[in-house]
């Protein structure tokens, strides 16, 4: 039996909330929530923390929690299902980006909200979420089939 693999992720905003720190590939064809999988023991919060030191050098305030997203996936015949804990995040950083240290080619860019629904941006539904401006927790349920 799989289990959901749990992962943890910063919906990381500046100051006056007009901006969001996204993670993107150099040329910008997507962006996605920074984060990664939470260890054994870990919080959710230390993960979103964890992730964004070892990666880009980042301090970040972790805020409260804005979204469970549960992801079932069918690929291969093999069915994955990853649950995400998204937590409302914020960093005193004001680079125009930041590189990712082991993957060059991955940054971390603050893009507006009109910026962010030009491209792909995930988890899908993520960016409702944080137009809404209400403080209720969200959950996202997305289910895909890949052939």
């Known amino acids: 039996m799989n289990l959901p693999l749990l992962r943890a992720e910063g919906i990381i905003v500046n100051e006056d909330k007009t901006e ?3 993670q993107c590939d150099f040329v910008e064809s997507f962006y996605r929530l920074p984060g990664g999988s939470i260890e054994f023991g870990e919080t959710a ?16 305030n972790i805020g409260q929690l804005a979204c469970i997203c549960e992801s079932i996936i069918l690929y291969d015949g093999k069915r994955r299902h990853d649950c995400t804990l998204i937590h409302w995040c914020s960093s005193n950083n004001t680079m125009n980006y930041l590189l990712h240290k082991e993957v060059p080619r991955i940054k971390l860019v603050w893009r507006t909200i009109s910026q962010l629904s030009e491209r792909p941006f995930y988890p899908e539904g993520i960016l409702d979420i944080i137009v809404s401006g209400d403080n209720f927790i969200k959950h996202i349920k997305r289910e895909k089939t890949y052939e």
């Open 20 to 22: 969001i720190l996204v």
């Open 45 to 60: 919060g230390e993960a979103i923390k964890r992730e964004l030191i070892e990666e880009f050098d980042l301090a970040l």
